[in-house]
C-alpha cells in the first residue's frame, strides 16, 4: 500500500514538474523585444538668414525615436527643396541660391518627413555705379598732386568708399599720371582724363587740366606780427603760363626758414613758436613765391 502510495506521490510530482516547465517555456514565448521606430526629424536651422544667389547653407537634419534617443540623419535622408527656382539641395543637405525667392525644405527618412523649413533668397548685392570725387578739379599746376576719391553704389543703394579698391587710370599719362590711391600728379601742360573702375563698372572720365606756373604770389604779403602761440593762414595764387590765375595754396610746398621762430603746415597754416622773423615762401616744381617776412612777438 505504502509503495502505491510513494508511486502515486512521484507521478503527481513527475506532472507538476512538467506543467511548471511547460508553463515556463510558453510564457517565454510569449515575451518579445520591442525596438525603437524613427519618431520625428527635426531640420536645423529652423530659420536661416537671407540667403544670397550663388551662396549656400548647410542644413542638418536630427531623428528622435520613439524611445527618446537620437540620430544624425543628414547624409541618409531624403532632402527636398519645394522651389528648386529659388534654392536646390543636394543629398548631403547643402542648399544653394538660384533666383530671388523662398524655397521650404524638408528632410525626409523611413517614412518620416520633417516639418518645412522657409529658406529666403535674395539677389546678390552689386556695384552698380562709380563716382569720382572732385568731379571738377581745380587746375593742377605742373608738379603738384590732387587726392582723387571713388564711391560706389550698390544694387541695394548703399555707397561705400572705394578709393583703394578700384584701378585708376589716367588716358594721357604725359600729362597727368594717378596711383593706385588716386593721387594724380601734373607731368605736363594739357588735359588728361581720369577714370575710376572696378567689377566691369566705370566711373565717368573727370577732366584734369594741368598747367605750368609761372609765377606764385603768397598773401598777406604783408602780415601783421603774430603773438607766440597765434596762427596765421597764407594763400598761395598761381599765375599760368595761359595767364589765368589759380588758389594752389594746397598744391604747394610751404616752407619756413626759421622753424624756432615759426612753423608751417602744408595748408599754409603759420603758427608762431618764438619772438624773431621768419621768411614764409611757397613752392611747386622749379617755381618758388618771393619770400613773406612774419614777424613773431612775444605775448
Known sequence: MKSKQLRFIGLLLVIGLVASLTLGLAACGSSTTTTPALSY???????????????????????????????????????????????????????????????????????????????PVVAAVTLSSIAVTPATPAILATGATQQFDAVGTYSDGTTADITTQVTWTSDTVATATISATGVATGMAAGTANITAALNGVTSPAVPLTVENVTSIDVEPAAPANLTVGATQQFTATATFTDGSTEDISTQVTWTSDTVATATISSAGLATGVAAGTANITAAIGSVTSTAVLLTVVAP
Not at 548647410?58 to 528622435?64: D, H, L, M, N, R
Not at 543636394?90 to 524638408?106: H, L, Q, Y
Open 41 to 119: 526629424i527635426t531640420v536645423s536651422p529652423s530659420s536661416p538668414s537671407n540667403l544670397t544667389v550663388g551662396s549656400t547653407v548647410s542644413f542638418t537634419a536630427t531623428g528622435t525615436e520613439t524611445d527618446g534617443s537620437t540620430e544624425d540623419l543628414t547624409y541618409e535622408a531624403n532632402w527636398t527643396s519645394s522651389n528648386t527656382a529659388a534654392a536646390t539641395i543636394d543629398s548631403n543637405g547643402v542648399a544653394t541660391g538660384v533666383a530671388a525667392g523662398t524655397a521650404n525644405i524638408t528632410a525626409a527618412f523611413d517614412g518620416v518627413t520633417s516639418s518645412s523649413v522657409a529658406l
